[in-house]
């Protein structure tokens, strides 16, 4: 699976938007991007997924370019509640299904 | 919305002592998985279970470790004699299995096991 790298931390006030970035550069054509959110002392949360171009749910929207060596997870207006470990995976659609997480980002808001 | 429960919540035990974790994936779910999450570290993949029986594992999953779904709702994570370092989060995961496209784990809230 493709390795992913993004960055290890960052901080952002209420009310900003953050943009989380993710490399992927060796994502092949069957893997699907997959973010996830954990809370300390608790399960990895699913957030959104996406193959190409722009999803968007309730949560978040994640931006992913042509070439997909890359994705943004975008949170829209984050509150003391979004600091969290933010994951980006990358998964397979067929085969091999267990997950791989990396160090995640951190993200602290601050009031 | 439909979840993924684990019990207990936290299991202290002494080293050498087996555990039994339990879990209740969601019901029309047909694969299971465990990871765990050592204090600090990475979440690490052990086990996934389909129709049955464990279709891959990691090197962490040994002979102390089982898996077991002993009825129609509940899977297990069983250690036969647990180690100091055993002590992490244990998580359960299930997710639909549907042919073609994506497919979503979904995580529960995870088992503290504290080993003395």
């Known amino acids: 699976l493709a390795k992913t790298t993004q960055p290890i931390s960052m901080d952002s006030y209420e009310g900003q938007e953050v943009n989380i970035t993710c490399s992927h550069n060796n994502i092949a054509t069957n893997d699907y991007i997959t973010w996830y959110q954990q809370f300390p002392s608790q399960g990895p949360r699913f957030i959104i997924q996406g193959y190409k171009t722009k999803v968007t749910n309730e949560v978040a929207s994640l931006f992913i370019p042509a070439d997909r060596k890359s994705s943004t997870l975008s949170l829209p207006r984050v509150s003391l509640s979004d600091t969290a470990v933010y994951y980006c995976l990358v998964s397979r659609d067929t085969g091999r299904r267990a997950l791989t997480f990396g160090s995640g980002t951190r993200l602290q808001v601050q009031p | 919305e439909p979840e993924v429960t684990q019990t207990p919540s936290h299991q202290v035990t002494q080293m050498g002592q087996e555990v039994i974790l339990r879990c209740v994936p969601i019901?029309?779910?047909?694969?299971f998985y465990w990871y765990r999450q050592i204090l600090g570290q990475k979440v690490e993949f052990l086990v996934s279970?389909?129709?049955?029986?464990?279709?891959?594992k990691s090197e962490i999953f040994d002979d102390q470790f089982s898996v077991e779904r002993p009825d129609g709702s509940n899977f297990t994570l069983k250690i036969r004699s647990t180690k100091l370092e055993d002590s992490a989060m244990y998580f359960c995961a299930s997710r639909t299995g549907l042919a073609g496209g994506p497919d979503t784990q979904y995580f529960g809230p995870g088992t503290r096991l504290t080993v003395l």
């Open positions: 019901s029309n779910h047909l694969y």
């Open positions: 279970f389909y129709n049955n029986e464990i279709s891959e």
